[in-house]
């Protein structure tokens, strides 16, 4: 018998796959590439022509050009944390995790398709918002290669954890009706509390102690760190851009998001058991 | 060895006992149809052989493994055609029929399995813009693009015009053909009947009849001879019709007419098999 002696097609492979399928049914959804994709840039612009006066006592540098860079933070958590988790939650909804189950695909090529996906836009996310960062903000790009390298390791880190945690709390809805809200109201508590929406430096100290615990806030002060003026790290609530902090607290969010991954990953949902 | 056998199967939600220790038996090659109102637990059963849920109790060997237990290549021996599936709505049918072959170590080809199905000229279009019906074939497609062995069939046909469901059966009918094995589960008894060499009829989670269309529930055992005379219109039940025929043709009687003998329908066994059970 044929089927016997066949190698099932690797986990990689069908990862790849799955993919390619993901990145198309996300630019072909409409209503998410507008509400996932294009609301952190809304936002930015929005913000940004608001608060369009020099920052206090840094005459080069505009308030717009200080939530440009953290609102990076606000776009990653939007393409890795939010859509991964109503995309997961959805999938669980429509029939696409029940089918899979009963193929010889497995839960990894599942996953591998969701960073695939993640990955995608999160960098067509990030480009958007650092055009109009540069375009609108004047919002200048590091010349330096010591800059992009904290660039890249904290973009690898909180699309991991981005991610992780998104996968996890796919299971927190109970439909993928609800998922956009319950994912939404933790997530927009943070990018305030975390000094995304708003200045960290005018934040009470006890909402910066609170926020400190979550990623959002490292990954702002992060981006701040890379696309500001080395001065502007005074306006940080250490004083400082604590990079191997940053690290520290991110990496462990990833473990942490492992961990609640492989404990809470559910092929279906409670209803169908 | 059967392609599943399965012994005292059980299954409760919460309170609610759905599956009440059934037997089933299918052999290599047969279309087993599983027949029975809404709630009987046709999909509760089908689920459990398909490794989707666990059971409470009984022994259960699908293609001779468990289940509950079965790997990958297990999966790929199997084609699943759920009750209910709405994904992939922005994929065309050409796209979610290649990539879900991909999975399999020894895909049917993808554009012949799209034909097969009646969707060539459907192949480039977007699964949401499909009819029921049509996106029901697509399941199908899916549940055969990898070349299964066995094949499930949850309800396959609900919501289709009649024009469908006469094509749809014919595409059954091809894959049994060409050797599959499928277990089908049906609300409609002319399904069933047109389809199934075998069944068993599923009320209350529990088996109240199994045998083929033409025998089930003591199908044969009666027939029902009805006329008009001069007396009026009569109907008796009778195992040996033939008898009867002979006596009432023997009276020469000129006002005998409307005589008629059948054989009860399938409708009249099943309405009294479910109902017996309520
Ligand atoms: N996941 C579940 N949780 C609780 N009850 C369920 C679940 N699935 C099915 N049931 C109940 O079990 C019974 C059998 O359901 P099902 O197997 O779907 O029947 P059928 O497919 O024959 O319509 C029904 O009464 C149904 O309400
Ligand atoms: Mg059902």
């Keep these: 018998m044929t089927?016997?002696?066949?190698?099932?097609?690797?986990?990689?492979?069908?990862?790849?796959?799955?993919?390619?399928?993901?990145?198309?049914?996300?630019?072909?959804e409409r209503d998410a590439v507008v509400f996932t994709f294009a609301l952190p840039s809304c936002i930015l612009i929005m913000l940004g022509f608001i608060f369009d006066e020099p920052l206090d006592g840094y005459a080069d540098v505009h308030v717009s050009q200080?939530?440009?860079?953290?609102?990076?933070?606000?776009?990653?958590?939007?393409?890795a944390f939010i859509s991964i988790g109503v995309g997961i939650s959805g999938d669980r909804d429509d029939g696409t995790l029940?089918?899979?189950?009963?193929?010889?695909?497995?839960?990894?090529?599942?996953?591998?398709?969701?960073?695939?996906?993640?990955?995608?836009?999160?960098?067509?996310?990030?480009?958007?918002?650092?055009?109009?960062?540069?375009?609108?903000?004047?919002?200048?790009?590091?010349?330096?290669?010591?800059?992009?390298?904290?660039?890249?390791?904290?973009?690898?880190?909180?699309?991991?954890?981005?991610?992780?945690?998104?996968?996890?709390?796919?299971?927190?809805?109970?439909?993928?009706?609800?998922?956009?809200?319950?994912?939404?109201?933790?997530?927009?508590?943070?990018?305030f509390s975390s000094g995304i929406f708003v200045s960290i430096a005018a934040l009470p100290a006890a909402m910066t102690a609170v926020s400190s615990l979550f990623p959002v806030k490292w990954m702002g002060q992060g981006f701040r760190s890379v696309f500001l003026p080395d001065g502007l790290a005074a306006q940080e609530v250490a004083g400082q851009w604590e990079h191997g902090r940053t690290a520290l607290v991110l990496a462990a969010w990833c473990a942490l998001g492992l961990v609640l991954c492989l404990a809470t990953f559910r092929w279906t949902d409670r209803r169908t058991r | 060895m059967a392609?599943?056998?399965?012994?005292?199967?059980?299954?409760?939600?919460?309170?609610?006992?759905?599956?009440?220790?059934?037997?089933?038996?299918?052999?290599?090659?047969?279309?087993?149809?599983?027949?029975?109102?809404?709630?009987?637990?046709?999909?509760?059963?089908?689920?459990?052989?398909?490794?989707?849920?666990?059971?409470?109790?009984?022994?259960?060997?699908?293609?001779?493994?468990?289940?509950?237990?079965?790997?990958?290549?297990?999966?790929?021996?199997?084609?699943?055609?759920?009750?209910?599936a709405n994904d992939s709505a922005g994929l065309t049918v050409?796209?979610?029929?290649?990539?879900?072959?991909?999975?399999?170590?020894?895909?049917?080809?993808p554009d012949a399995v799209i034909e097969l199905c009646g969707l060539s000229d459907k192949a480039d279009a977007k699964l949401r813009t499909l009819s029921g019906g049509q996106r029901r074939r697509v399941d199908v497609a899916l549940g055969i693009v990898g070349g299964p062995e066995l094949l499930f069939l949850d309800e396959p046909t609900t919501g289709f015009d009649p024009q469908a469901r006469r094509q749809f059966w014919s595409l059954i009918r091809s894959l049994a053909a060409e050797g599959t094995t499928i277990v089908l589960t049906s609300h409609y008894l002319d399904e069933v009947e047109a389809l199934?060499?075998?069944?068993?009829?599923?009320?209350?989670?529990?088996i109240?009849?199994?045998?083929?269309?033409?025998?089930?529930?003591?199908?044969?055992?009666?027939?029902?001879?009805?006329?008009?005379?001069?007396?009026?219109?009569?109907?008796?039940?009778?195992?040996?019709?033939?008898?009867?025929?002979?006596?009432?043709t023997g009276r020469d009687d000129p006002h005998l007419t409307d005589l008629r003998v059948q054989r009860r329908s399938l409708e009249d066994v099943y309405l009294d098999l479910i109902g017996e059970s309520r």
């Design chain 1, 3 to 28: 089927t016997l002696t066949v190698p099932l097609p690797s986990t990689l492979r069908t990862g790849l796959s799955r993919g390619v399928v993901e990145v198309k049914q996300f630019f072909r």
């Design chain 1, 66 to 79: 200080v939530f440009a860079a953290g609102m990076i933070a606000y776009g990653i958590v939007s393409t």
């Design chain 1, 98 to 191: 029940k089918r899979l189950r009963a193929t010889p695909a497995t839960a990894g090529a599942y996953l591998i398709g969701k960073v695939v996906l993640v990955t995608v836009t999160t960098l067509a996310e990030i480009t958007l918002m650092l055009a109009v960062g540069v375009v609108l903000f004047d919002l200048r790009l590091p010349t330096d290669a010591g800059r992009w390298l904290t660039f890249g390791w904290l973009l690898a880190l909180s699309i991991v954890a981005c991610t992780l945690l998104g996968i996890a709390a796919s299971s927190l809805a109970r439909s993928a009706r609800s998922a956009p809200a319950v994912l939404n109201l933790p997530v927009l508590a943070l990018q």
């Design chain 2, 3 to 84: 392609v599943i056998e399965v012994h005292g199967l059980r299954k409760r939600y919460g309170r609610h006992q759905a599956v009440d220790g059934i037997d089933l038996t299918v052999e290599r090659g047969e279309v087993f149809g599983l027949l029975g109102p809404n709630g009987a637990g046709k999909s509760t059963t089908v689920e459990i052989l398909e490794g989707y849920r666990p059971r409470d109790g009984g022994d259960v060997l699908v293609l001779g493994e468990d289940p509950g237990t079965a790997g990958r290549r297990w999966r790929a021996r199997i084609g699943v055609v759920l009750q209910q």
């Design chain 2, 94 to 109: 050409r796209e979610v029929v290649r990539h879900v072959a991909g999975f399999y170590p020894a895909p049917r080809d």
């Design chain 2, 196 to 206: 199934a060499g075998r069944l068993v009829v599923l009320a209350g989670g529990r």
């Design chain 2, 208 to 248: 109240v009849a199994s045998g083929t269309p033409q025998t089930i529930g003591g199908r044969t055992e009666e027939s029902t001879v009805s006329w008009r005379d001069a007396d009026g219109t009569h109907q008796v039940s009778v195992a040996d019709p033939a008898v009867l025929l002979g006596e009432l």
